[in-house]
Structures are given as structure tokens and as C-alpha cells.
């Protein structure tokens, strides 16, 4: 695709169940962010993929959180037994060296 | 546990004013820079950028300095509009591909 495609766009979802984002990056680029962003307040990192290196995890809160990339390309964020705290916008953003560009993001309510 | 938010810095001006948005950086060896702009519920769009060997680069109402000295760049509007409210973010490329992005100020211009 043209651009980074995340889906889906909103996501409502109950106290304690798990929810699935996903982030298909531009073609070719070999890096994939995840970021937050409660409403309001700034970008806060998550995690980091590149190539076939082992991901930078560093910013993922609690162990609720995980992320994969399959075939260095489409990646999912897996929230489980989400909390109302999860509730924010999930940006993806990939990159190839000189160029870095941010999906529309997810929206994400738990109720 | 509670989520910790990420305060998100305000600039407010008044329309017709210039706006300067500043951004720090930690790495004397970051050799490329973007700034974002994202509008109320939308992504991150790229607005410009700059590489290392430049200390300035103009795009239309927007300037971006970079003074790697101090390790500082900055984003300036001229002539800002209500349709520039938004919240700004700077990216920097440490190398090896990988971006690290601010967690933004938030411009407000009144009218």
C-alpha cells in the first residue's frame, strides 16, 4: 500500500478481554514503532522492530503487552486482559533510513 | 498499575503571530530530522526535514533550524493560522535506521 494501514480504526472493547492491533507497514521498510497516546498527553513508546534483530521491548508497561512481527513486515500488538488505563491511541509508524511515516492509528476504548 | 501519561507541552499564540516550537536532542551522532504535525484525531504527517550537513531548511510558511552544537532544532511558522493548531513532534535518525520521536508540544493559535 501507499502508506502505513492500521486496523482496526476504533476498537471497543469490555474490562478483561484481549484485544489484537495490527500494523502492515510501507513496503520495504525494514523498521516498525509502536507508539501511545492517551488523549491529550504525548507519544510514549512501546516497542521497536527492525530487520531480524531482536525487538527493543523497553516500552511495553507491563507483561499484557506484546508485540510480533511476522516476515519482517505486518506486526500485531496484543493487549491482554485489558484495563481501562489501556484505553488510548496505538500509532504505528515504520521507517526506512531517511524517511519515517505514522499509520492514522487505533483508537482503542475499554469499557 | 496506573498508566503515567506524558505531559504534553502548549505554545499558545495568537494568529498572524510566528511560532517557534523547540525540540532537544541527546545524540551528538543523529544525522537526519523530521517534524510532524497531527491534527485532532489523525496521525502523524510529515511536514519537513533536515539532514545533518544543513543548519536550515525552508519549506512554505515553515523553517526548521538545526544547531548541532547544542543539540537543538527547532520548527518555525510564519505567519500562524488557526489551521496550524495541532500537535507537533520531532524525529531524530540515530543511525542504523532507527527514529526516535519526541512526545510533542501541542500549538494552540488563538484567533
Known amino acids: 500500500g501507499a502508506g502505513v494501514s492500521q486496523s482496526p480504526s476504533n476498537k471497543v472493547t469490555e474490562k478483561g478481554k484481549d484485544v489484537e492491533l495490527r500494523c502492515d507497514p510501507i513496503?520495504?521498510?525494514?523498521?516498525l514503532y509502536w507508539y501511545r497516546q492517551s488523549l491529550g498527553q504525548g507519544l510514549e513508546f512501546l516497542i521497536y522492530f527492525q530487520g531480524n534483530s531482536a525487538p527493543d521491548k523497553s516500552g511495553l508497561p507491563s507483561d499484557r503487552f506484546s508485540a510480533e512481527r511476522t516476515g519482517g513486515s505486518v506486526s500485531t500488538l496484543t493487549i491482554q486482559r485489558t484495563q481501562q488505563e489501556d484505553s488510548a491511541v496505538y500509532l504505528c509508524a515504520s521507517s526506512s533510513g531517511w524517511e519515517a511515516f505514522f499509520g492514522q492509528g487505533t483508537r482503542l476504548t475499554v469499557v | 498499575g496506573e498508566s503515567v501519561g506524558l505531559h504534553l507541552p502548549t505554545l499558545s499564540v495568537q494568529e498572524g503571530d510566528n511560532s517557534i516550537i523547540n525540540c532537544a536532542y541527546s545524540n551528538s551522532a543523529s544525522d537526519y530530522f523530521i517534524w510532524y504535525k497531527q491534527e485532532s484525531g489523525k496521525g502523524p504527517q510529515f511536514i519537513i526535514d533536515i539532514r545533518s550537513n544543513m543548519d536550515k531548511r525552508q519549506g512554505q510558511r515553515v523553517t526548521v533550524l538545526l544547531n548541532k552544537t547544542v543539540k537543538h532544532l527547532s520548527l518555525q511558522i510564519a505567519a500562524t493560522q488557526p489551521g496550524d493548531s495541532a500537535v507537533y513532534f520531532c524525529?531524530?535518525?540515530?543511525?542504523?535506521?532507527?527514529?526516535?520521536f519526541g512526545s510533542g508540544t501541542k500549538l494552540n493559535v488563538k484567533p
Open positions: 524525529a531524530e535518525n540515530r543511525g542504523f535506521n532507527k527514529f526516535y
Open positions: 513496503s520495504g521498510h525494514t523498521a
